[in-house]
């Protein structure tokens, strides 16, 4: 193939590309990338769970999210599964320094509608990236196995991206939603440049 980091920005808006040598650096932690990978999922679906709880008024966010919880979470038992083919063990859950600082580059405050909207553009955020990342591994992974096992969860975290895009829609003017998107993407870029390339991390 000879698509390049460029075509993740077009297709997802990114402003800063992962350099593909990542892909090599975590390929000499396989156990530890799956281990960071099934966490993620895991905390994807607690997420869900989170907003309906917080939300339950939000009928059309409930019925999109409500499907996305099941479907995260088969998404851990799936990389649990890999784990296991390979005679390795799901470690210690580990901090996600990006995803802290993601959240804390958030507006904080305003409205009830206002704060569901930063949550799911923060969701859209992270799918945006994991959806990157899964797409580098399954471009350059050495392991064809993981290369294929890499493709379904990059098809599915695109489609989570524009879920939570086009819901952020739902609960606030459109311009609003285009303009802020803008602003979170730029606030990642920055984020991401101050983060060190880890073996050990999805994102």
Known sequence: ??????????????????????????????EEILIDHAYCEQKAASNGISMIVRYPDKTKMVDEVTPLVAEEWGHFRKVLKELQKRGMHLGEKRKDEYVVQLTN???KGGSREMQLVEELLLCAMIEARSCERFRLLNLYCADPDLREFYYEFMVSEAGHYHMFIELAREYSNPEYVKERWNEVLENEAQILKGLEYRGDRMH
Do not use: F, H, N, Y
Not at 3 to 30: C, F, N
């Open 1 to 30: 193939m000879s698509e390049t980091p460029k075509d993740s920005l077009q297709m997802l808006g990114l402003k800063l590309p992962t350099d593909p040598r990542w892909v090599g650096i975590a390929e000499k932690s396989i």
């Open 105 to 107: 580059s958030m507006k």
